[in-house]
């Protein structure tokens, strides 16, 4: 088992800065793909970014390319997220997710573990 849990959600106004960060532990031996997902009520998951198990590869939704950026620390087991120039669009619960990999998917079902979600709410 895996489990993650995230942390450095908040509001912000627009144009802002946040940084989310996941922390896994349980598990971590193996070599797991780490994804961003976010949801809002009423509309599914939606990935956001995810990274391979070295952080070569990075994979991001075009609605947050050039402002979000997905890295990774193997030695401190954490992902995290900066996310730039923030909209309220951004708005929505932030999950950290890990799979098997070894490519980096965009589907949420690819992914075996979930946190509990961070909240993000952008103000305009």
């Known amino acids: 088992q895996v489990q993650l849990v995230e942390s450095g959600g908040g509001l912000v106004q627009a144009g802002g800065s946040l940084r989310l960060s996941c922390a896994v532990s349980g598990r971590t031996g193996s070599s797991y793909v780490m994804g961003w997902f976010r949801q809002v009520p009423g509309k599914e998951r939606e990935f956001v970014a995810g990274?391979?198990?070295?952080?070569?590869?990075?994979r991001y939704a075009d609605s947050v390319k050039g402002r979000f950026t997905i890295s990774r620390d193997n030695a401190k087991k954490t992902v995290y997220l900066q996310m730039n120039s923030l909209k309220p669009e951004d708005t929505a619960v932030y999950y950290c997710?890990?799979?098997?990999?070894?490519?980096?998917?965009?589907?949420?079902?690819?992914?075996?573990?979930w946190g509990q979600g961070t909240q993000v709410t952008v103000s305009s």
């Open positions: 997710a890990a799979g098997m990999g070894p490519w980096v998917v965009t589907e949420s079902y690819e992914y075996a573990y």
């Open positions: 990274i391979s198990w070295t952080g070569g590869v990075t």
